[in-house]
């Protein structure tokens, strides 16, 4: 057996962890190599000041934010490449306690040495694609285990950080459902993560990212486009209500807010995409403080903006749905939390948006593994 493997299954069905441990390496985040082949973007963003909790229970205050951050996507393009060929789920987290930074690949086979085979091939193919960050293969088992399941959690000390998800009811007549949603992307943060680093250290905390790198379809574009187009019409006045009434009717506010996201997302999901999954664990309760923190480091406020600038959202598992909530964190899945339901009657539609990422929102949550 390869060392460094962890595998689980039965006959026909076997799944595979393998990781590798980061380690930062002051002299390539400064040079932000770029791999060959893939194309180099640069980071924007406003974000001025970053909320600080001052512990665990609560408590907050704001300061100014440091440094800019190396640019990431490239590296998120290169582990999508990887991953979207082997079908496999890319978990990037960060433990405060034993310490350490890891990228966690977990693959399926139908045989249980085939599952060993392609996660030990994987692992050393992604060794090249996590610059700007030094890896160093993790060969111990136990130390694998642990950056599985460091602790056991609160039941208070689960959160899921999801994209918000903005419902309405419709002020048109004539619109085709009685409800709107809007999914606000995430942004990322070109400021230092220090402060958020800085308050999970106080205790022993992991932050997860899984990411599982998908193809957006054809049919999911239609839908998609067929959405952004409905949004744009409500965004704009109306046909009048009756033939005896010559008034136009006026563009519902909520379709004139989320107008532009559509716009926006129809220009996103075109190919490369991730299903995203955040997760923030502790073996003690998280304060809303801390976990709004977090939400606001990975994705800040777009000042004035509304709904379409606002942080994502904090998700706390139901009673039922603590050990759901862990197993995502112990074992790299991403099954879904009831807790996370709007409660409105919405579509598919923005429910999957809200699960989705592109390149660039990926890179936004992928700096749990760098040292920024």
């Not at 930062?24 to 040079?31: G, T």
């Not at 930074?101 to 060794?127: G, K, N, T, Y």
């Not at 923190?293 to 749905?321: H, N, Q």
Request: aromatic fraction near 6%.
């Amino acid at each position: 057996m390869t060392a460094g493997i962890i595998t689980a299954g039965a006959a026909g069905n076997w799944w595979a962890w393998a990781a590798l441990r980061l380690v930062a390496d002051p002299a390539a985040v400064s040079a932000q190599p770029t791999p060959e082949g893939l194309a180099h973007n640069e980071f924007s963003g406003t974000a001025g000041t970053v909320v600080q909790a001052r512990d665990v229970h609560g408590g907050v205050h704001l300061y100014p934010a440091a440094e800019p951050a190396p640019d990431i996507t490239p590296s998120v393009r290169a582990l999508w490449q990887l991953g979207v060929t082997s079908g496999a789920t890319i978990e990037l987290r960060r433990l405060t306690e034993p310490a350490g930074r890891f990228l966690v690949v977990r693959v399926s086979a139908p045989e249980q040495l085939a599952a060993v085979d392609l996660a030990a091939d994987l692992r050393a193919r992604l060794s090249g694609a996590a610059r700007p960050m030094r890896t160093e293969p993790v060969e111990s088992a136990d130390e694998l285990r642990r950056a599985l399941e460091p602790f056991t959690p609160d039941p208070r000390g689960l959160v899921e950080i999801h994209k918000r998800l903005t419902v309405a009811r419709s002020t048109r007549g004539d619109a085709r459902e009685p409800w709107l949603a809007a999914v606000t992307p995430l942004r990322p943060n070109p400021r230092s993560w220090s402060p958020l680093w800085t308050e999970l250290a106080r205790f022993p905390a992991v932050l997860s990212v899984g990411l599982l790198p998908v193809r957006v379809g054809p049919g999911f574009r239609a839908h998609l486009a067929a959405q952004a187009t409905e949004m744009a019409r409500l965004a704009r006045p109306g046909q009048p209500a009756t033939g005896n009434w010559s008034v136009p009717r006026p563009p519902d506010p909520f379709a004139v807010a989320a107008d532009p996201l559509y716009a926006e997302a129809v220009r996103r999901y075109t190919d490369q995409a991730f299903t995203v999954r955040v997760s923030l664990a502790a073996p003690l309760p998280v304060s809303d403080a801390l976990a709004e923190l977090a939400a606001g480091t990975i994705s800040p406020v777009a000042p004035d903006a509304g709904f379409a600038g606002a942080p994502p959202v904090i998700v706390r598992p139901l009673s039922d749905e603590t050990a759901i909530a862990w197993r995502n964190i112990a074992a790299c899945n991403a099954d879904p939390l009831r807790a996370a339901e709007p409660a409105q009657p919405v579509g598919q539609l923005p429910r999957l948006l809200t699960t989705m990422a592109d390149i660039e929102e990926a890179a936004a949550v992928f700096r749990v593994a760098v040292g920024a």
